[in-house]
């Protein structure tokens, strides 16, 4: 998903003394809010939540390196207990920023020192003061957001007869009667009553 970059994006980073000379670096510790599209309402960030953006920008020949943190809240519901779950995700990102826009079309094999995906590169505007993270924050959380969240590695679940969550009551259980033999039960009683 591509966004066209707006100077009032709440999402701009400033680049413009990293990127005046070749070497520099800069750290970067803000809090951003969560863009929409990350997941949905049983799983994911809500958009407008409070994101905290943590790294450091290297400048090199052809353009930026950013590494570093993002601090996430989500939401989910456990898959076997339907739990609502609220927690913080620490999502680590390499992201690489090519003064060159074409570089942003093309896998990049060098940055990292192994061939990265398409989407780990995004386009830098030339002569760019900022740099809008938007889609760097969303490709990064909609990727980590688990598919089948669970409350706990060990959850017990629901009971599949009552409904009842077997992680508050473990030894909660229902004597299982099989009806197919009800017949031939009381047909036993019967001819046992007779004898007697």
């Avoid at 997941?39 to 409070?50: A, I, T, Y």
């Avoid at 074409?102 to 094999?109: A, F, L, P, R, V």
Wanted: a negative charge; one cysteine or more; glycine letters at 6%.
């Amino acid at each position: 998903m591509t966004h066209k970059t707006s100077h009032n994006s709440p999402w701009l980073l400033p680049i413009a003394q990293v990127s005046s000379r070749t070497g520099q670096n800069s750290d970067v510790d803000v809090t951003m809010p969560a863009p929409e599209g990350i997941g949905d309402e049983f799983v994911g960030v809500s958009q407008g939540e409070e994101i905290h953006v943590q790294g450091q920008f290297y400048s090199i020949l052809d353009g930026l390196i950013f590494t570093g943190t993002l601090h996430a809240p989500v939401h989910a519901e456990c898959t076997r207990c339907l739990k609502k779950i609220n927690t913080i995700y620490d999502v680590n990102f390499n992201a690489f920023f090519p003064y060159d826009s074409e570089k942003s079309k093309k896998k990049d094999e060098n940055i990292f020192g192994e061939e990265e995906d398409s989407q780990d590169v995004y386009p830098l505007e030339d002569h760019s003061a900022f740099v809008d993270i938007e889609n760097l924050i969303r490709d990064n959380l909609v990727t980590a957001v688990p598919l089948q969240p669970l409350c706990k590695e060990d959850c017990l679940g629901l009971c599949s007869q009552c409904g009842i969550n077997l992680n508050d009551e473990p030894d909660h259980y229902h004597d299982v009667v099989d009806n197919r033999f009800a017949s031939l039960q009381a047909l036993k009683e019967q001819l046992e009553n007779k004898s007697n």
